[in-house]
């Protein structure tokens, strides 16, 4: 099988492809197979909506639901095996490209329970649990860069798990993340943890920033707030970026930990399907190529970019003046940005625990019904 030219100049070009999506017909048909050897994907990531739209279609999990309804599996019990079991699978799938990579792709995530979104503590305790339960090198534990997840992000990264952070949306908010990632090596060092096989990206959402900038910006109407629509999402991605260049490749902090076999924290752009279909449906890829990244992508989106999409080399390195030029602009313009950045979290949290909120009622009356 041959891969698909425009998604392999991507990952010529150094962004790893991976599909934000999974389900246990991907894994049963092969699908999944078909797409490492086809389309350049090299990792996975999962959230609650997901799993949600997973365990809503078709009868894929209906056997093991019924034997875990007859042995008195609880809801949450229920979720999690069925879960971590895709979730485990899909590692399998991905062993080969993990070795490959040397341990950097052939990643698969999975994301702790919404609710504890706030919850220092328990979020800590529901990694380890997950890690424990899946019990493959290759796993990434989602935790929400929320301000009780920072501290639960240092505390997992030291007990030596590697880390997907989830739901950041501003660069300030990134740079804490950066922050908490080298704390947790640090503490892992001091244990003992062998630093090379701890690997963390960081998933910065872009086109929800977008979507909130944008509907501001028509309710202010004035041609100068309309001529920057659709340019906030693309200019916060490679801010991020350049706060990472800042961090990672010239800063000593990380320096002392990298002579110990640390890795860099990886940017990871998230969110990357187009909403607005004014604009390119390729748009948070072509114009996100940078080294050392990750573009987390729908299937459709992943089409899109095999279909049509330009790849030109790298779109971001180098562009961080003429994006904090297109923020001073919409803070020009009336952008409340910090209040932007505040309601996309809230509603971040809030979508995920609504879709789990969803996931246990389905899953409920598919545990009645086989009673």
């Not at 860069?145 to 989830?166: K, M, Y």
Request: aromatic share 6%.
């Amino acid at each position: 099988m041959t891969q698909n030219q425009n998604l392999a100049a991507l990952s010529a070009a150094g962004v790893s492809v991976w599909l934000d999506d999974l389900s246990r017909e991907r894994l049963q048909t092969g699908n999944l197979q078909e797409l490492i050897d086809t389309k350049s994907v090299v990792g996975v990531t999962t959230n609650p909506s997901i799993f949600q739209a997973a365990l809503s279609k078709g009868d894929a999990y209906d056997k093991q639901i019924r034997e875990l309804a007859e042995r008195g599996a609880d809801v949450d019990a229920t979720i999690r095996t069925v879960t971590t079991d895709d979730v485990r699978n899909a590692c399998d799938v991905f062993a080969k490209v993990y070795e490959q990579s040397g341990g950097v792709d052939g990643r698969v995530s999975i994301e702790v329970d919404p609710r504890l979104a706030h919850d220092t503590d328990k979020t800590i305790l529901q990694a380890i649990e997950l890690w424990k339960i899946v019990d493959r090198p290759n796993l990434l534990i989602k935790i929400p860069a929320t301000e009780a997840g920072l501290p639960a992000i240092t505390a997992v990264i030291a007990e030596g798990i590697s880390v997907n952070v989830t739901l950041i949306f501003s660069v300030e908010r990134h740079r804490a993340v950066m922050d908490a990632y080298l704390a947790g090596l640090e503490k892992a060092k001091e244990a003992g943890h062998d630093l090379s096989r701890i690997h963390s990206v960081a998933s910065f959402f872009v086109s929800r920033v977008d979507t909130e900038i944008d509907k501001r910006l028509e309710d202010i109407g004035t041609d100068e707030a309309l001529a920057l629509r659709g340019k906030a999402g693309v200019a916060n991605a490679r801010l991020a970026y350049a706060a990472y260049e800042e961090v990672f490749l010239g800063g000593d902090r990380f320096a002392a930990l990298s002579s110990s076999g640390a890795r860099v924290q990886r940017p990871l752009w998230a969110s990357t399907g187009v909403k607005n279909p004014d604009y390119s449906d390729t748009l948070y890829v072509t114009e996100l190529v940078a080294p050392n990244t990750v573009n987390t992508m729908p299937e459709k989106t992943i089409d899109a970019v095999a279909d049509h999409g330009v790849v030109t080399g790298d779109t971001v390195t180098g562009r961080g003046a003429e994006s904090q030029e297109v923020f001073d602009s919409l803070s020009a313009v009336g952008i409340d940005l910090t209040d932007v950045f505040l309601v996309l979290e809230n509603e971040g949290v809030e979508k995920f625990e609504k879709s789990w909120h969803e996931l246990l009622e389905a899953t409920q009356g598919q545990l009645d019904d086989k009673k």
